[in-house]
């Protein structure tokens, strides 16, 4: 069983940045952010593949927010900047379980493993 374990949320002021890393206990493929508003559906951020590194980004992130990973430390890490009210939510990482070629999943049903999740906040 994978534990993905987030950290790095926090308040910040519109226009600053935030970097979140999710660091995975054991052997993960495919890995994803998805955030969550209060009363919205859980929604696809961004992804980057498990072997050659290739990303997708949700239209309303791209330019502004960027995914990595570190296999030898089996991280994952989103950069987010000038980042604007609307993207307060809580922001979990998500693990595949299966060796995937693209396109990415972008549902929830596509990840076997998730995080409990960091809060981000930006303030107006």
């Known amino acids: 069983q994978v534990q993905l374990v987030e950290s790095g949320g926090g308040l910040v002021q519109a226009g600053g940045s935030l970097r979140l890393s999710c660091a995975a206990s054991g052997r993960t493929f495919n890995m994803a952010w998805f955030r969550q508003a209060p009363g919205k559906e859980r929604e696809f951020v961004s992804a980057?593949?498990?072997?050659?590194?290739?990303?997708s980004a949700a239209n309303s992130v791209k330019g502004r927010f960027t995914i990595s990973r570190d296999n030898a430390k089996n991280t994952v890490y989103l950069q987010m900047n000038n980042l604007k009210p609307e993207d307060t939510a809580v922001y979990y990482c998500?693990?595949?379980?299966?060796?995937?070629?693209?396109?990415?999943?972008?549902?929830?049903?596509?990840?076997?493993?998730w995080g409990q999740g960091t809060q981000v906040t930006v303030s107006s």
């Open positions: 980057i593949s498990w072997i050659e590194g290739s990303t």
């Open positions: 998500a693990a595949d379980s299966t060796p995937r070629t693209l396109p990415f999943r972008t549902t929830t049903d596509g990840y076997a493993y």
